[in-house]
């Protein structure tokens, strides 16, 4: 099906373990995003993406790690995971056809240890 | 730089009322883009509607309305006719252009929406 999916969609781990959270969408839209959602918070831009093997660091980039190699998938991985990062993560994407609008996927649920 | 603010953690509205949900803004930049997005307790963001920063019109989608004030740095959501579906977390957003160089989506913290049958 055409859309932004994310895998897994619930994931535990503990601290110290090395997480991926992974983000495919087959729009082929320029650009992607990682958030975090904390209560209190709202979403925070963690990572984004202009196109494939460009990333740039948003407001919470400490702790996780991007790639873009292509244009449909934005893996984020938490290279050594704490507890602080237990929070629900979702991917979107948008194109650069004018239009400005985020789509997101269905959301990630990490609970760390 | 830019900051997006909901005042309202918490609103309520009885079934086929009419309730608005305010957010306002910050930001030095002429043109931009203003969204407010659904959350329902499946956690699927959903948007609702968005507006363009040059266009005086304000936009709609169906019992969705937004009162933009660009002097002000107002944007308020109205909901008519609430239903219970309507029941969700709002979040309103702000994005610059492409032509100021970032695409960055600034959040607010949300307002929950409660109806009441």
């Known amino acids: 099906d055409a859309g932004i999916t994310q895998s897994p969609r619930y994931k535990i781990t503990e601290t110290g373990r090395q997480v991926t959270l992974m983000c495919h969408q087959t729009?082929?839209?320029?650009?992607m995003f990682w958030y975090r959602q904390d209560l209190g918070h709202g979403l925070r831009l963690i990572y984004y993406?202009?196109?494939?093997?460009?990333?740039d660091k948003g407001e919470v980039p400490d702790g996780y790690v991007v790639s873009r190699s292509k244009t449909e998938n934005f893996p984020l991985t938490l290279e050594s995971a704490t507890r602080s990062q237990t929070s629900v993560y979702f991917c979107?994407?948008?194109?650069?056809?004018?239009?400005?609008?985020?789509?997101f996927g269905p959301g990630t649920r990490l609970l760390v240890l | 730089a830019q900051t997006v603010t909901q005042s309202q953690p918490e609103m309520s509205v009885q079934e086929a009322e009419t309730v608005t949900l305010s957010c306002t803004y910050d930001?030095?930049?002429?043109?931009?883009?203003l969204f407010w997005y659904k959350q329902p307790p499946s956690r699927q963001m959903i948007l609702v509607i968005r507006?363009?920063?040059?266009?005086?019109q304000n936009a709609t989608e169906n019992r969705f309305s937004v009162n933009f004030q660009k002097a002000a740095k107002s944007f308020s959501l109205k909901i008519s006719d609430s239903q219970l579906g309507d029941a969700a977390m709002y979040f309103c957003?702000?994005?610059?252009?492409?032509?100021?160089?970032?695409?960055?989506?600034?959040f607010g913290t949300g307002t929950r929406l409660k109806v009441l049958a």
């Open positions: 930001t030095s930049e002429s043109d931009y883009y």
């Open positions: 979107a994407s948008s194109d650069s056809g004018g239009r400005e609008t985020q789509y």
């Open positions: 729009w082929s839209h320029s650009y």
């Open positions: 957003a702000y994005r610059d252009t492409f032509t100021s160089g970032t695409y960055k989506y600034i």
């Open positions: 993406s202009a196109a494939a093997d460009i990333t």
């Open positions: 507006q363009e920063a040059y266009k005086q």
